[in-house]
T-cell receptor
Framework: DQQVKQNSPSLSVQEGRISILNCDYT??????FLWYKKYPAEGPTFLIS?????DKNEDGRFTVFLNKSAKHLSLHIVPSQPGDSAVYFC??????????????FGKGTHLIIQP | DTGVSQDPRHKITKRGQNVTFRCDPI?????LYWYRQTLGQGPEFLTY????????KSRLLSDRFSAERPKGSFSTLEIQRTEQGDSAMYLC???????????FGPGTRLTVL
């Protein structure tokens, strides 16, 4: 059973526009969420995270929104740049109070930025 | 380079052989994680260590898999009697004890023929 779902395998966005990547989760016990970016032949790179006590976190061009009642989060990238083309993974964790435990990942969304 | 490193980057082996992978975490990180990623999937958690103690193991970690972190620094992941279904990217990540963000290495791609 997939506890973290990214229902769009791919997304194409024009350079300069906003990219919105979506993620849904089923486990209401998840209390910390992260987004990772992955290029081919490299490991995932941490982008941005959000605690369940917040509904928004912003870092430069990246903003993550969390809607706990809907069990939904989204990553906004504004403006989108060619270097943003990559696979984006949503991940969730149960906060143990002593640091990160194993992450549960979605299947990823392949973002393609068109020139 | 002070990031997470993994060795080897690629491994091709025949079915039935044993393989061992190594991970060196970021030096001040005392938590170390192993994940497996297959084509079209996100990384799947296998196990993690806090210092030298193995604190959690996924049910994905069959009896043929064993991980160690003997001195709380680098870690090894061994797969015995490899099967074709073990072909995957094996990722290592590390974090501080209080940090929620995990930082990943480049991975070891295993191909079992």
């Amino acid at each position: 059973d997939q506890q973290v779902k990214q229902n769009s395998p791919s997304l194409s966005v024009q350079e300069g526009r906003i990219s919105i990547l979506n993620c849904d989760y089923t486990n209401s016990m998840f209390d910390y969420f992260l987004w990772y970016k992955k290029y081919p032949a490299e490991g995932p790179t941490f982008l941005i995270s959000i605690s369940s006590i917040k509904d928004k976190n912003e870092d430069g061009r990246f903003t993550v929104f969390l809607n706990k009642s809907a069990k939904h989060l989204s990553l906004h990238i504004v403006p989108s740049q060619p270097g943003d083309s990559a696979v984006y993974f949503c991940a969730a964790m149960l906060y143990s109070g002593g640091g990160a435990d194993g992450l549960t990942f979605g299947k990823g969304t392949h973002l393609i930025i068109q020139p | 380079d002070t990031g997470v490193s993994q060795d080897p980057r690629h491994k091709i082996t025949k079915r039935g052989q044993n393989v061992t992978f190594r991970c060196d975490p970021i030096s001040e990180h005392n938590r170390l994680y192993w994940y497996r990623q297959t084509l079209g999937q996100g990384p799947e958690f296998l196990t993690y260590f806090q210092n030298e103690a193995q604190l959690e193991k996924s049910r994905l970690l069959s009896d043929r898999f064993s991980a160690e972190r003997p001195k709380g620094s680098f870690s090894t992941l061994e797969i015995q009697r490899t099967e074709q279904g073990d072909s995957a990217m094996y990722l290592c990540a590390s974090s501080t004890r209080r940090g929620n963000e995990q930082f990943f290495g480049p991975g070891t791609r295993l191909t079992v023929l």
